[in-house]
């Protein structure tokens, strides 16, 4: 591809108007001669750039309220024209359309006036139309013609400009039109998406999924994978969000385990603590404060916690962040952090600090997606929650109040435990927790095998799921799952329900005088 002739005329047509006019002037300094529209104008007229009108141009005013003003040949023609073609050259000297070298255009802030609530109307107008067709002209014509869609890339035009007589090199064009096409596609997209949520559809026929890269990796889930995170827009307080206020950068794993730590911790209103390794809970808790909840949580499974992440659903205090130090963490995050934190984990470099400003509300809406192999996955959050008034006792005995608190603690973290997930929980806290086996009884005697290990590293005789309660993501389908329960100590059971055999391991509970109660709801995750 041919480098350009040096740019001798530019439009502008911006909505964000992001350091515009030193970029404007920096163009009229550069000789170049300056079309512009509306409110661009008007700015770059008070600050005394040079501009003629679209429609001083074209000889066609604006109208329809501003909706037609670049849709006309003298703009589109100037920049789509191939030059060195002579027959674009013949038709454009015979129609009076002169070459447009240079188009920066950023577009109607649609997405931002989604963001805002406002109706319906109001969105409708904020979508751009002569915006989207000067972009594609010009990034299809990069041969010749430079499109700007970023104000961040103002300098880099001018550096070009400066570097090479005038002109931009073929790939500085081609680059700036790959982002131009990534723009309009995501705008599109942006719209599409809108219009489905307002007509009601959660799976429309073509789902869009956009993103925006905010960093390269420096691999994926294993060093020979690449990988890169994209925020998607949505600004749902956690990972994507945050700030890091110190520690080498994050991992494709880091971000996965972070994301899993902080969702779970969101789930609780009271203080909460997640330690999450291989985006597996291997301790939670609830308590009177984040310290006693991290002591609790940490208790559960001390060897797994080393090398994992720690989240909290309130503010890291130095006390906190005291205890958290002694171990080897990779990251923590948490809303927010006060002083003391944050000069205790200054001193241990490699440990992540993110802090989010924030919670996601677990209850809220959204769609996940997983790619396979030829296709696309998606569903909703499972941002379903039991409460107590919900559950059907289907024992003789019914829970305890204190046991029906832990039930629903435990089937609420069971729900971020891979599947098959068996859940030992005592006074708000985990005691053993297995995770992720193909049989549900091995994640029983995991879990089991967990609450004794603890048991033994925090110097005590008595397993740690004595007098517990055990929660089964799924239905539990055999009476040996439930006995296995009752020998580990657990005296009540929260599980779906659903089972052709439920009678059966009902009559086993009774007869083992354990509590259970039905949701009515799984929790599969995978």
């Not at 970029?23 to 170049?32: E, M, Q, R, Y």
């Not at 191939?82 to 109607?108: K, S």
């Not at 992540?352 to 790619?371: N, V």
Request: glycine letters at 10%; one cysteine or more.
């Amino acid at each position: 591809m041919p480098q350009s002739s040096p740019i001798a005329r530019a439009l502008i047509s911006v909505s964000d108007k992001t350091g515009l006019v030193d970029f404007a002037k920096a163009l009229s300094a550069a000789g170049v001669a300056i079309l512009s529209t509306g409110g661009s104008a008007a700015a770059l007229r008070d600050a005394g750039v040079p501009v003629t009108e679209v429609a001083d141009h074209t000889g066609f005013p604006e109208m329809l309220d501003g909706r037609v003003k670049t849709l006309h040949p003298k703009i589109h023609g100037g920049i789509l024209g191939i030059r060195g073609n002579a027959e674009h050259a013949a038709a454009m000297q015979a129609a009076g359309i002169a070459p447009i070298d240079l188009v920066v255009v950023n577009l109607y802030p649609f997405e931002a006036t989604v963001a805002k609530g406002a109706d319906f109307d109001t969105c409708i107008e904020n979508i751009d139309i002569g915006g989207p067709s000067m972009i594609r002209a010009a990034a299809k014509n990069h041969a010749a013609v430079t499109v700007v869609v970023d104000p961040a890339d103002y300098g880099r035009v001018i550096d070009e400009i400066t570097a090479h007589g005038g002109t931009t090199t073929a790939e500085f064009r081609r680059a700036l039109a790959k982002k131009a096409y990534a723009r309009t596609g995501a705008y599109d997209a942006a719209i599409a998406s809108w219009f489905a949520r307002v007509e009601g559809e959660t799976f429309p026929e073509t789902a869009f999924l956009v993103g925006r890269r905010v960093q390269e990796l420096r691999y994926g889930e294993n060093p020979h994978q690449k990988a890169a995170f994209y925020a998607d827009g949505s600004n749902r307080p956690g990972v994507a969000t945050a700030r890091q206020m110190q520690g080498k950068e994050l991992s494709y794993n880091n971000f996965n385990d972070t994301d899993a730590a902080f969702e779970l911790v969101a789930e609780f209103a009271e203080p909460a603590v997640a330690i999450i390794k291989h985006a597996n809970p291997c301790g939670v808790a609830t308590g009177a404060d984040v310290l006693a909840a991290y002591r609790e949580a940490l208790r559960c499974d001390t060897v797994s916690a080393f090398g994992g992440i720690v989240a909290l659903n309130r503010r890291l205090t130095g006390a906190v962040a005291e205890e958290v130090a002694k171990i080897f963490t990779e990251v923590v995050i948490a809303p927010e952090a006060d002083d003391e934190a944050l000069a205790i984990f200054a001193a241990k470099k490699n440990l992540r600090l993110l802090l989010t400003g924030g919670m996601p509300d677990p209850g809220a809406e959204g769609c996940f997606a997983k790619t396979l192999s030829g296709g696309i996955l998606m569903q909703n959050r499972d941002n379903g929650r039991v409460l107590p008034a919900e559950v059907k006792v289907v024992t003789r005995r019914a829970p305890s109040a204190r046991e029906m608190r832990d039930l629903l603690f435990a089937f609420t973290v069971a729900k971020h435990v891979k599947s098959n997930a068996i859940v030992y929980a005592r006074n708000g806290a985990t005691v053993g927790i297995g995770a992720g086996q193909m049989s549900r009884v091995d994640s029983s005697r995991i879990a089991a095998r967990k609450a004794v290990d603890a048991a033994e590293a925090a110097g005590l005789t008595e397993t740690l799921a004595k007098g517990s309660v055990v929660a089964s993501d799924a239905f539990v389908p055999f009476a040996d799952g439930l006995l296995a329960a009752a020998e580990a100590g657990a005296t009540a059971v929260i599980q779906p329900g659903g089972s052709i055999r439920d009678a059966e391991v009902i009559a086993a509970a009774d007869a083992a005088g354990l509590a259970m109660v039905f949701t009515g709801m799984r929790h599969f995750r995978h």
